[in-house]
C-alpha cells in the first residue's frame, strides 16, 4: 500500500476521532501537531492558544491575575468546546490531563503520549525559559521534576506512549502514523499504553 492509501485507510478507521497529544511542556506537542494534522487532512488546535485567544490574556497573565485553579476551569471549558468537534489534532497544555473530568472527553478521542525523557525536556524549557508559570519559582528543575514524577501516572492513560530520540517533528508525526493502526486494532487495556521506541 502507498502513503496516500496508508492514510485513506487510516482515516476510515479513526472515522473522524480527535487525536489529542499529551505530555509534559517542551515535549513537543506544539509543534508536531501541525505536521500530523496536514499529513492526516485533520484541522490543527491548541488548548493554550484557544485558552489565550478567548480570554484575550496570555498564559502567563492568567496564572499571574487569577492563579492556577481559574486557568484549569478555562482549560477545561475550552477542552469541552474542542470535544464538541471531530478530526482535529489537538495539543494539550501539559497540566490538562491531572483534571479528572477532562479524561471524558481525551477517551473519546485517540490519546497520544509524547514522551522525549526528562533530559531532552530540560534542555528545551530551558531554551524558552519564562513562558512557564509553573516553573518560575526558586528552583525550576526541582518543580519540573516534581510535575514530571507526578504526572507519569495521568499520561499513562494514554493509548499510545510514544518514546522519542534526537528526531526532528515531522518525523515524530510519521511516527504517530505508522504506529496508529496497531493502536486502532489492539486497543491497549486501561493503565497500559502502547509503547513505540522511536
Ligand atoms: C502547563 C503547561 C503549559 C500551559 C501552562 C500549564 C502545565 O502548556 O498549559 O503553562 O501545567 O504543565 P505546554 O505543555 O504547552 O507548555
Aim: charged fraction near 25%; hydrophobic fraction near 40%; aromatic fraction near 6%.
Amino acid at each position: 500500500m502507498d502513503q496516500s492509501n496508508r492514510v485513506s485507510s487510516l482515516k476510515q478507521r479513526l472515522a473522524g476521532r480527535n487525536l489529542y497529544l499529551i505530555g509534559m511542556m517542551g515535549c513537543g506537542k506544539s509543534s508536531t501537531g501541525p505536521h500530523l494534522a496536514d499529513l492526516l487532512g485533520y484541522a490543527f488546535i491548541d488548548s493554550d492558544q484557544l485558552i489565550e485567544k478567548v480570554s484575550g490574556r496570555s498564559i502567563p497573565e492568567i496564572f499571574q491575575e487569577d492563579g492556577e485553579i481559574e486557568f484549569r476551569n478555562l482549560e477545561k471549558q475550552v477542552l469541552n468546546v474542542i470535544g464538541q468537534r471531530h478530526s482535529l489534532v489537538v495539543a494539550t497544555g501539559g497540566g490538562l490531563v491531572t483534571i479528572p473530568e477532562n479524561w471524558g472527553i481525551l477517551h473519546q478521542g485517540i490519546v497520544i503520549w509524547i514522551d522525549p525523557g526528562r533530559e531532552r525536556l530540560l534542555a528545551r524549557i530551558q531554551a524558552d525559559a519564562g513562558k512557564r508559570p509553573l516553573l518560575e519559582t526558586q528552583s525550576p528543575v526541582t518543580s519540573f521534576d516534581e510535575l514530571h514524577t507526578a504526572r507519569q501516572q495521568f499520561y499513562a492513560e494514554a493509548d499510545m506512549h510514544l518514546h522519542v530520540g534526537e528526531v526532528s517533528e515531522k518525523e515524530v508525526a510519521m511516527k504517530i502514523i505508522e504506529s496508529l493502526p496497531s493502536i486502532l486494532s489492539d486497543p491497549a487495556a486501561p493503565g497500559a499504553p502502547q509503547t513505540i521506541e522511536e
